[in-house]
Structures are given as C-alpha cells and as structure tokens.
C-alpha cells in the first residue's frame, strides 16, 4: 500500500476471512488504487457499524487508514452498488467469484480502473442474463488482452497461416497464446486440441457484440463451457496456479 494516512476510494470486494475473534481481512479491488489488503475491525460483533456492508462482491465508497505494514484499515464505508440477482442465482455467483478469483490471480495496479469497470460492468450483465457463460468468456478474453496476454484465434503461430475456415486439426498452444495449424504441431508443447465451434465461439466473443452474442447463444452449454474451460486452463497456465472456483459447476459437464 503506497499511500499514507488515508484515501479515500471505491472498491470492490473479492475475497474475505476471519482474523482474530471479531475483525475480518478483506481483499478488495480499488477502482484507483489496484488490489488492497484492508481490515474490518469488529464487523462480525451484533452492533457492527458494517454489518451487511462488506459482503463479497459488494461496491463501495471507503475510507482506508494506512496501517502496519501492507495491511489497511476500514474507517468508513457507504454501499455504492450491490448485485442481489446474484445471490438468487448459484451458477451466476460461482461464475461472478471466479471472476474475482482471476483478478486476485493478477494483480495488476497500473490498469486497476481498466480491470475495475470491466469487472463490475460483467457482474452486471452476468445479473440479467439467462446465459452468464457467454459474459465470463467475453470477460476472460478483455481481461487477458487488458494484461498483456491478447490470445490468437486466427492465424497459425509459426507458419502464419489463415486457420479461419480450416478443417484440419486445430491446436490451441498455451506457451504461445496461439492456436497451431496440424502441420505444426510437431514443434509445440502444452497444447490442447480445439475444434472450430470453439475457434468460433472465441474469435465471435472478443467483444459485446449483440449480434455475434445471439449467434452464439444457440450453441450447446457444453460447448460454450469447452471454450470457456480453454481459457481458464491458458489463465492457470500463465498464473501457475489452479484456479479452484469453478470445480463445482464443472462438475455438471463431465
């Protein structure tokens, strides 16, 4: 934390735990201010000035006092946005946490406001929607493109061929970023085969295109879930970590 005494921000919160009797550590996404570490001191008590107020995913205008090392300390905190279809919805909270499971995975200060809106901004599209799936691929790919690692879904890494309406063996390489045509592959590792609804569904959802989106909605759940699951594996591949959220809904297709 590089600020002193006090800022004042609006964030996000994407994770929490108990810490001693009475407080509650919370990992929060500042919309100026990247990833925060701050402390809740006796938000769990009855009487707690916060009750209700730092629930996962709510949005809020804060107070934080600079505090030992790079913990803070929550002075103040208003609702500024909250998200209840979400916890009316299992898979839509499952997928809404991993979301925020990817930004803890990444942190990355230097485009907190560019992370930020696209993430609220998803939370509230997944909220009213019938297919959230289509918002968390859309989300993984800005996300990506936002850190640095824009996947390609069109042409060849090595050879540079246009793989667009190829009938042949697709590869997608995770070292690379890249899908691989068949004929190279022999210089790969770490790939996954893919097929073309998936090349499809991924090159269709690199933005939100209303149009494109309703092409895709009529493709089945489990496939939409392959192309999803891809970049989940890319986004553990880079971070070198399992990412846990999602094991219950995946569940459901295997």
């Known amino acids: 934390m590089s600020f002193n005494k006090s800022i004042q921000t609006i ?6 735990f108990d810490f001693g009797e ?13 990833l925060i570490k701050s402390v809740a ?5 009855t009487n707690s000035q916060f009750t209700g107020m730092l629930d996962l995913l709510n949005v809020n205008e804060l107070v934080i006092r600079e505090g030992k090392g790079n913990l803070g300390l929550i002075i103040q905190c208003e609702n500024y946005k909250t998200y209840p279809k979400l916890r009316l919805d299992y898979d839509k909270l499952i ?4 979301l925020g499971e990817l930004v803890i995975l990444f942190p990355d200060n230097h485009s907190s406001e560019d992370i930020f809106n696209l ?3 998803t939370l509230e599209l997944i909220e009213d ?12 790919i800005q996300f990506l493109k936002i850190l640095g690692y824009q996947p390609n879904f069109t042409m060849c890494d090595i050879c540079q061929c246009d793989l667009s309406d190829n009938k042949e063996k697709i590869a997608f390489s995770f070292k690379a ?6 004929k190279c592959l022999s210089w790969v590792k770490d790939y996954k085969i893919i097929s073309n609804k998936t090349i499809y ?8 295109d209303k149009n494109k989106m309703e092409k895709i909605s009529n493709f089945e759940i489990d496939v939409l879930e392959t192309a999803q699951n891809l970049l989940k594996e890319y986004l553990s591949y880079l971070s070198e970590k399992r990412i846990k959220t999602l094991s219950i809904i995946e569940k459901k297709f295997n």
Do not use: M, R
């Open 11 to 16: 964030a996000i919160v994407l994770k929490s």
């Open 22 to 34: 009475s407080d509650k550590i919370f990992t929060l996404l500042s919309k100026d201010n990247g």
């Open 41 to 45: 001191k006796g938000i769990k008590k």
């Open 95 to 98: 997928y809404s946490l991993y």
């Open 119 to 121: 993430l609220t901004t």
């Open 129 to 140: 929607s019938s297919l959230p799936i289509i918002f968390v691929i859309c989300f993984e």
């Open 177 to 182: 970023g890249s899908v691989i045509c068949n």
């Open 201 to 208: 569904i991924l090159e269709n959802l690199n933005s939100l």
